[in-house]
């Protein structure tokens, strides 16, 4: 799975150099410290980026503070493959509670301002394996042509602007930008789950 | 009963097959999305993927290391850093070549003027004889056959001025430069990385960037030293120790 990184860094697609960096996370290593956070850096903020109630500070204060948990929680980490889905989980997770903690009026579900670094999965292992970059592609192209599929183009597809930025330029409502792209996730988590069930049921 | 999911249908549904409410899901249904996308898991996975379609080179903002160093180890103490980072000073100087991925441990870390996304950040490093750069600390030793690069963080795009201070002297302009908003290289020109040599220099060196949103005189930005800024105008110092 690391070699499906979200960062065309990843450059960390060798697995034993991952875990030769999360080792030295581990110890405090600061050069380890340092090629993580390089590393990793632009797919956490490009994540928080997607939250468009947040500006440009209050997206750098959550960087810093998902590193921190990071570093701090890496020892709990159970394979060094699932190192970045484990941030990125970290980095949504805290961007939802920033959310919450901002604004109450954001349709902010109550799971979101739970801590759930190390929640148990319920959604099977199973499930990960399923979920691949064309898969995602497919569903794209299936979207009725609108203002949810334009902004899943712009944020995810040509990935420059800010969901800040998209509102902007759509005219639309801050957080109608978020709940397109929250809406967008949910199908792909949707899907997600009939392949796996249908497949478990295939002779 | 409900044709949407619930904890109860949804472990149901794991252990024995239910074409109805497969297909009521595949209808996407925005109830039973809520419900899908209330449990836990596979949220890391789904971002790292959506991610990928448009992939990211890795970070090259320095300045962005330094502050989470920085945070790391003082972190109730942010206002103490600034302000003992505003009352410190130093210099810089140089040319050479700032690589995009030095292969050096950092540390610490030297010019800050005000916080956050509204400070003027400036940060040096020295080149080494096989061409590494080793960042410095504000204040660090350096010696006289160093020589200085520069990386900066504007919180804004326009003119700049960069002074060297000798001691206590008068900051001296060395030139004057462009910025963009965000992390940089300062650059003369097409002429590459800005540098300055410390070759005959001695003791305490002290290095000024200040920025503006709009031209400013020599005047106004040396007013601005020694202000520590002014209105629209940011400043940023570093020190360093040149030792022969």
């Excluded at chain 1, 997206?59 to 921190?68: A, K, N, S």
């Excluded at chain 1, 995810?156 to 969901?163: D, H, I, P, T």
């Excluded at chain 2, 044709?3 to 109805?20: E, F, G, K, S, Y």
Aim: charged fraction near 25%; aromatic fraction near 6%.
């Amino acid at each position: 799975m690391a070699g499906a990184a979200f960062s065309e860094s990843l450059t960390v697609t060798d697995r034993e150099e991952l875990v030769r960096l999360l080792d030295g996370v581990k110890r405090g290593d600061q050069a380890a410290c340092r090629q993580v956070y390089l590393t990793w850096r632009p797919g956490v903020l490009r994540l928080l980026e997607g939250f468009a109630q947040l500006d440009a500070d209050e997206r750098e204060d959550l960087v810093q503070e998902v590193f921190t948990r990071a570093f701090r929680a890496v020892g709990n980490l159970k394979s060094p493959e699932a190192f970045d889905g484990w941030l990125l989980s970290i980095a949504r997770n805290r961007g939802l509670s920033a959310l919450a903690r901002k604004a109450s009026r954001h349709e902010v579900r109550e799971r979101y301002a739970q801590e759930q670094d190390d929640a148990a999965e319920l959604i099977p292992e199973s499930a990960r394996l399923e979920l691949d970059i064309s898969m995602v592609r497919r569903l794209i192209e299936s979207l009725p042509e609108g203002p949810e599929k334009e902004t899943v183009r712009l944020f995810y597809v040509e990935g420059e602007l800010s969901a800040r930025e998209i509102a902007e330029r759509m005219g639309v409502g801050k957080s109608a930008v978020t709940m397109r792209l929250e809406r967008f996730r949910a199908r792909i988590r949707r899907q997600l789950m009939l392949d796996v069930l249908k497949r478990r049921w295939e002779p | 009963m409900s044709p949407h999911l619930d904890a109860a249908r949804w472990t149901a549904l794991q252990a024995t097959r239910d074409d109805a409410l497969l297909e009521h899901l595949a209808s996407g249904c925005e109830a039973c999305d809520a419900f899908l996308a209330a449990l836990p898991g596979a949220d890391g996975d789904i971002d790292r993927v959506l991610l990928s379609l448009a992939p990211r080179a890795p970070s090259t903002d320095e300045l962005a290391w330094a502050r989470f160093r920085r945070r790391q180890q003082q972190p109730a103490r942010r206002s103490l850093v600034f302000a003992v980072a505003a009352a410190l000073g130093l210099l810089v100087a140089g040319g050479l070549l700032w690589r995009a991925e030095p292969q050096v441990a950092v540390d610490p870390w030297t010019g800050l003027k005000g916080s956050g996304q509204d400070a003027l950040e400036l940060r040096a490093a020295v080149k080494g004889a096989r061409g590494a750069l080793t960042p410095i600390d504000d204040g660090q030793a350096v010696s006289s056959a160093a020589a200085l690069v520069f990386q900066v963080r504007s919180p804004m795009a326009g003119p700049a001025r960069l002074f060297i201070q000798r001691g206590d002297g008068v900051p001296v302009e060395l030139t004057q430069l462009g910025l963009v908003q965000g992390a940089q290289e300062l650059e003369r020109g097409d002429e590459g990385l800005l540098g300055f040599s410390l070759a005959g220099e001695r003791g305490p060196v002290s290095v000024w960037l200040v920025a503006a949103e709009v031209p400013m005189s020599v005047d106004t930005a040396l007013e601005a030293i020694k202000a520590g800024g002014d209105a629209g105008v940011v400043v940023a110092k570093l020190r360093v120790d040149v030792t022969p």
